[in-house]
């Protein structure tokens, strides 16, 4: 699990830049998470979608040929004025920070896993947030909107999490 996710080792230490290691748990996420049943049978892909300026040239070296299932990944580049709803994930990185609230409002619902950096991130309702500690990229889990998007994550991926969050915004 750690190889796959990349836990525990140093940015040095993989020889990787802190955006391919955020990258590489972007990719594997997905297989971690169990959308609910039926969400992803009418897509052609799998569609990860960035609101970030580096991370799909990051992404665009590590995607080939990867799946969730059996469907091919894909990125794309976004803004947070356009439309997510085709989404899978997205994830924001700090320099959208500002965005969060209302793209994590227009998505509410939707089963869409929500990735970012901020430290905000948990309590403006995302899912994931990672965290650079001691140049290892780390990661917290809000428990409480993923349910709330009818995602349920693994347990495997839980242990790995620093602090499992059980918040959504209001609550």
């Given amino acids: 699990m750690c190889v796959i996710l990349g836990c525990g080792l140093t940015l040095a230490?993989?020889?990787?830049?802190?955006?391919?290691?955020?990258?590489?748990f972007l990719l594997n996420f997905p297989k971690f998470i169990d959308w609910p049943e039926?969400?992803?049978?009418?897509?052609?892909?799998?569609?990860?979608?960035?609101l970030d300026?580096?991370?799909p040239e990051a992404l665009a070296e590590l995607i080939q040929n990867e799946f969730v299932g059996a469907k091919p990944l894909r990125s794309e580049k976004k803004s947070p004025t356009d439309s997510l709803e085709s989404c899978?994930?997205?994830?924001?990185?700090?320099?959208y920070t500002r965005d969060v609230p209302a793209v994590i409002r227009s998505l509410d619902g939707s089963p869409t896993l929500t990735v970012g950096e901020d430290a905000t991130f948990l309590r403006n309702g995302g899912m994931i947030r990672f965290n650079t500690v001691n140049k290892r990229v780390r990661f917290e889990i809000n428990r409480d909107a993923a349910q709330h998007a009818r995602?349920?994550?693994?347990?495997?991926?839980?242990?790995?999490?620093?602090?499992?969050?059980?918040?959504?915004?209001?609550?």
């Fill in 13 to 24: 230490a993989q020889g990787s830049t802190e955006i391919q290691v955020k990258a590489a």
């Fill in 38 to 50: 039926g969400a992803l049978n009418h897509l052609k892909e799998f569609k990860i979608c960035v």
């Fill in 53 to 55: 300026d580096r991370m």
């Fill in 88 to 95: 899978q994930l997205v994830y924001f990185s700090s320099a």
């Fill in 151 to 171: 995602l349920e994550i693994s347990s495997r991926l839980l242990r790995l999490a620093d602090v499992v969050q059980n918040r959504e915004p209001g609550r």
